[in-house]
Nanobody
Framework: QMQLVESGGGLVQPGGSLRLSCAGSGFTFSNYAMSWYRQAPGKERELVAHITSAGGSTKYADSVKGRFTISRDNAKNTLYLEMNSLKPEDTAVYYC???????WGQGTQVIVSS
């Protein structure tokens, strides 16, 4: 059975860092480009970052460029999002997503607050 399981969220102070992980199982992980999305309270879900299947190309939302880094380890079937210089406006539930098959993980909560 196909699964995407996010982890690594939590409460962090402004200026801090977190690393999110998304572990895939039940499918050939390396075949798929993947993305991180986020949804803040009362707002629509938005694209944060995208990475191609082999990891050779990435793109970012303007709001996170220079602060967040998307990466993947296909040998470990895991997608990552390194988040630095976190701001209160980064508070959201973060989801990993495979667009070609419209498959979402369950999400992990990130709260940036002092």
């Amino acid at each position: 059975q196909m699964q995407l399981v996010e982890s690594g969220g939590g409460l962090v102070q402004p200026g801090g860092s977190l690393r999110l992980s998304c572990a895939g199982s039940g499918f050939t992980f390396s075949n798929y480009a993947m993305s991180w999305y986020r949804q803040a309270p009362g707002k629509e879900r938005e694209l944060v970052a995208h990475i191609t299947s082999a990891g050779g190309s990435t793109k970012y939302a303007d709001s996170v460029k220079g602060r967040f880094t998307i990466s993947r380890d296909n040998a470990k079937n895991t997608l990552y999002l390194e988040m630095n210089s976190l701001k209160p406006e980064d508070t959201a539930v973060y989801y990993c997503f495979i667009a070609t098959i419209k498959y979402w993980g369950q999400g992990t909560q990130v709260i940036v607050s002092s």
